[in-house]
């Protein structure tokens, strides 16, 4: 059983930066599969924001392109999320997520169901 937890959240006021981790542990070949970030702001739903697969080719949804920047270290099984400019639409809890699929796609980001691990969250706040 897979087991993700992540790490880094915090309140920053508008145009600040974040870096958020998330460890995975329990299994062993997590360097080759799907890893995302996904985020859900109060009252809304879920959603996909950037993922990068076991080719570190990365996808990201057009509200944080420029802005984010997602990253795996294999070694020591951590997904990372660079999160620059931050405005307070970006508040929200982020959580990471992974699925055993060595490739991700747009669709992946689309639907949260499609990963079937999750970590408990890191909450972001941004003041502005």
């Known amino acids: 059983q897979v087991h993700l937890a992540e790490s880094g959240g915090g309140s920053v006021e508008a145009g600040g930066s974040l870096r958020l981790s998330c460890d995975a542990s329990g299994y062993d070949n997590t360097e080759y599969w799907c890893l995302a970030w996904f985020r859900q702001a109060p009252g809304k739903a879920r959603e996909g924001i950037a993922a990068v697969d076991a080719g570190d080719d990365r996808l990201y949804i057009y509200d944080v392109q420029g802005r984010f920047t997602i990253s795996r270290d294999k070694a020591r099984k951590t997904l990372y999320l660079q999160m620059n400019r931050l405005t307070p639409r970006d508040t929200g809890m982020y959580y990471c997520?992974?699925?055993?699929?060595?490739?991700?796609?747009?669709?992946?980001?689309?639907?949260?169901?499609?990963?079937?691990?999750w970590g408990q969250g890191t909450q972001v706040t941004v003041s502005s």
């Open positions: 997520a992974a699925y055993e699929g060595s490739s991700c796609y747009y669709y992946n980001l689309e639907k949260a169901d499609f990963f079937p691990h």
